[in-house]
């Protein structure tokens, strides 16, 4: 908290002092060079500094109160060349800006129908290539993004590399809708995004655009916390070759070559890249293996764009997703003892428990009664996407996208169990002469086979006042589940290849949506986005506990979405929205409900209000939001067998805050960015059901809690960042970057007992760049991650258990935290040709 009052002040300070002197005005038009039509909605900025316009209905733009000097001008327009012009102010004239039409089409368009603008009633992030890259250095794309606003990330393996993820307003991964150029890449049944599938997925992006709350309409899951809209690289006109390697510690390597041909006969494009990924991961045994590839091969045409992605990530990681005891973590002898009396490990797990330290790993133990460890705990899992877009300009005005995308999906984990009955794997008994075996030790595979195809399209149409875009997907998963033992002590009647459970999920998806933005006057203009949606999901055969999995259900979504967005001048803007969201229940949520209860669907009534304000050497905004739910699904604090968080259904939550963020740029050698979120985030009424034990963990009964307007579970009061970057010499940079993320409660209960406690990280980067030995630039980055070895923990679940004693019931709390690491560091070098 002391961290957020002493960034808040010192940017009130700053802000305050940027007084522009002598300020003069800048205005002009922008037209295009063969009609003379005004080029409606241009981008016009003035490079490195805050100040940017967009052109009016008539073409006009003006940019006020800037400080008398020299300055660069730089006017964008989709479909058009860039213009560059190096201005005076004040000017002894209207700047007269013509724009040629560029003789080929590039892919902004592909993306621009669910992307946002400054004059949409939106919060958002854009995070552009450069800043993308001076953190890729082989940490997945939740660790690059958590310095941007409201964002909480963590790492299963505690260093970044492996299974990580990412939530947004305290919102889980699966309340996030996440995009690859337009198409959906949120698993359709677990509604979860995986990263550790596309690995180093990061040197293979242009930018990401992050919407906070329901955002704009998209393809794919709901968006329930935030969208993140990724693009992938557009159009490079020259040919280059890069090469990236970087290692760090816990034998972290990542090594990536980048080729392209620039523009071929004026038309052709084409572009690969190679990526390996390997560490061992901060907690033990967390290691991964990691590798993937990207192509796109493109035509650019005046008119037409038809490009195709190819890409495909592998993963191989020991299973790192158990977490560790709280009292081990914190080193709790007093509770590790307690522990260990409850849950009776073996006592060389015992030991173990008491010796490792925070680093602890418990997957291959079988939950501490196989020891050592089976070293072949694994998740191996490979995803292949292939992608084709076509985008036609059918006049200056409109132009349409169609794009099919397919997606395959093979894998499994791997698991060494201790004591199974053989009945729980449709196996015979044993008879091993006068006795009869019941159970056995076995090592199995629990595999994901799956199918993910589709299409998305959009038409957009600018004219004069008016942009609209017409659009919309339908998509089809089709995913098989099933298990196989691939070793057991004894084998009964089982062969190799036989399944266990076989289990299928078949998920049909479709939306179309229609969104159109007007301009009332010079300074205010509003949209209107409606959205349909509707999905039928049919789950089938048996799951693993053998139940028969028989459940056909169909949702239809309207979700609309208003707002108004008032201009003053080119610096000053308030914006206000009220949107709706509606989600389906998850594969997960469905199949683990207890009998009798499927959870329903959720619906989301979100209202955002916003100021935005720039000058020359800062900006800031402030947005307040309050997202009000109607029988939200929230997570209980626990875990499936598999790590996916357990979820219930509550009538009435909210969240609501504030969320401040600025930039400062006070001298052309020091930039200063900083964000803060102050939030609410409160469930009226939660009933927690628990089976009571005895001793032997016997169910001896059952009780109710009830819990009235506590803080939901994973939702800090408190997030902050800040990113102060110098430039102390010409190809030298420093930065230190900071991250603040307040309590987190494990549960919906708000107990002190179960909760993450505040944390403050601070790194370093130091980055430098040259020309030389024939290159066209090199560069060394050295990021020193968590300077002051600060312990923390980042995610983690925590479940109740209930004893019947002789005088009552005792209350023991389960917590599991996922540490993450202390000092560490990576060092990368990037040569481009």
Do not use: C
């Not at 764009?305 to 990681?317: A, D, M, P, R």
Request: proline share 3%; glycine share 8%; charged share 20%.
């Amino acid at each position: 908290m002391q961290f957020v009052r002493k960034a808040l002040f010192s940017t009130m300070l700053l802000l305050g002092s940027f007084v522009p002197l002598m300020a003069q005005n800048l205005s002009g038009t922008v037209v295009d060079a063969e009609t003379q039509e005004p080029l409606t909605g241009a981008h016009v900025v003035i490079v490195n500094t805050y100040r940017a316009a967009y052109v009016g209905p008539e073409g006009e733009f003006t940019i006020q109160n800037l400080p008398a000097g020299s300055y660069d001008l730089r006017v964008t327009y989709v479909g058009y060349d860039a213009y560059t012009e190096e201005i005076a102010v004040p000017s002894p004239s209207e700047l007269q800006i013509t724009l040629q039409r560029s003789t080929t089409l590039t892919e902004e368009v592909v993306v621009s129908s669910t992307r946002v603008t400054e004059r949409s009633a939106v919060a958002y992030t854009d995070v552009d290539r450069e800043q993308i890259q001076k953190m890729n250095l082989g940490q997945d794309i939740p660790q690059l993004l958590q310095l941007t606003p409201s964002v909480v990330s963590t790492s299963d393996a505690g260093a970044g590399v492996g299974y990580t993820s990412i939530r947004i307003r305290g919102s889980d991964p699966t309340r996030t809708n996440v995009t690859i150029n337009g198409i959906p890449y949120n698993d359709a049944e677990s509604q979860g995004t995986f990263f550790v599938d596309l690995p180093d997925f990061a040197s293979s992006v242009q930018s990401i655009q992050i919407q906070r709350g329901v955002g704009t309409s998209t393809n794919g899951a709901g968006a329930f916390g935030a969208t993140v809209n990724i693009q992938t690289n557009t159009l490079e006109r020259e040919p280059y070759a890069q090469v990236s390697n970087s290692f760090g510690s816990y034998n972290t390597w990542k090594h990536t070559v980048r080729v392209g041909t620039g523009l071929l006969g004026g038309h052709w494009a084409f572009d690969g890249r190679l990526s390996k990924i390997s560490s061992d991961g901060y907690i033990d045994r967390a290691r991964s293996d990691l590798k993937s590839f990207f192509t796109s091969a493109g035509y650019y045409g005046e008119k037409t764009v038809v490009k195709l992605n190819v890409f495909s990530g592998f993963e191989e990681t020991y299973q790192a997703w158990n977490g560790v005891p709280e009292a081990v973590a914190k080193g709790d002898a007093a509770g590790i003892e307690e522990f260990i009396g409850l849950n009776w490990p073996s006592d060389a797990n015992a030991q173990y428990l008491r010796t490792a330290g925070r680093t602890l790993n418990y997957a291959g133990t079988d939950f501490f009664q196989q020891f050592p460890a089976y070293n072949n705990e694994v998740d191996h899992y490979q995803q292949d996407h292939a992608q084709l877009f076509l985008t036609q300009e059918l006049s200056p005005s409109l132009n349409l996208n169609i794009a099919g995308f397919y997606t395959r999906g093979l894998g499994y984990y791997e698991q060494y169990k201790v004591g199974e009955d053989f009945a729980a794997y449709q196996l015979s008994n044993v008879v091993l002469g006068n006795d009869t075996l019941t159970e056995t030790d076995l090592v199995r595979r629990r595999w994901l086979d799956n199918h993910f195809y589709g299409t998305v399209f959009s038409a957009n149409y600018t004219e004069g006042r008016l942009s609209a875009t017409v659009g919309g997907g339908w998509n089809r998963y089709d995913g098989d589940h099933y298990g196989e033992i691939i070793w057991a002590q004894y084998a009964s009647d089982h062969n190799l290849g036989d399944r266990y459970y076989q289990g299928n999920g078949l998920k049909s998806d479709f939306n179309v949506y229609s969104k159109a933005n007007y301009q009332f006057t010079d300074a205010l203009s509003g949209f209107l986005d409606l959205q349909y949606r509707t999905i039928g999901y049919d789950i089938g055969g048996t799951d693993n506990d053998q139940r028969t999995l028989d459940l056909s259900t169909q949702y239809d979504f309207f979700n609309p979405k208003l707002g108004l967005n008032y201009q003053w001048n080119d610096r000053r803007s308030l914006y206000a929205s009220f949107s709706v969201a509606n989600r389906e229940p998850s594969r997960t949520n469905l199949v683990d409900a207890p009998a009798g209860s499927l959870p329903t669907a959720e619906t989301l009534y979100d209202l955002e209000a916003g100021y935005r304000e720039q000058s020359t050497r800062a900006s800031w905004s402030v947005n307040y939001y309050l997202m009000q739910y109607k029988d939200q699904l929230i997570q209980t604090g626990e875990l499936n067998d598999v790590g996916s968080p357990l979820m219930v259904n509550v009538p009435r939550s909210y969240r609501t805050g504030v969320e401040l963020v600025a930039a400062l740029r006070p001298v052309d050698w020091l930039t200063w960015n900083l964000n803060a979120t102050f939030s609410l985030n409160k469930i009226d009424e939660f009933r927690e059901l628990n089976y009571v034990y005895d001793a032997y963990y016997d169910v001896v009964g059952d009780t109710t809690l009830v819990y009235t307007n506590t803080t939901m579970s994973f939702s800090p009061s408190v997030i902050g960042a800040s990113s102060l970057q110098i430039t102390p010499v010409e190809g030298l940079e420093l930065a230190v970057l900071t991250k603040y993320v307040g309590d987190q409660y494990l549960d919906n209960t708000q107990n002190e007992t179960r909760k993450l406690d505040a944390y403050l990280v601070n790194d370093l980067r130091a980055s430098y760049s040259l020309a030389a030995l024939g290159a066209k630039e090199i560069n060394l980055t050295l990021l020193v991650n968590n300077v002051f070895n600060t312990m923390y923990s980042s995610n983690g679940y925590t479940y109740l258990t209930l004893f019947q004693g002789e005088s009552g019931i005792n209350l023991t709390n389960n917590n599991f935290v996922y540490p993450q690491a202390g000092t560490n560091f990576l060092l990368g070098l990037t040569a481009r040709f």
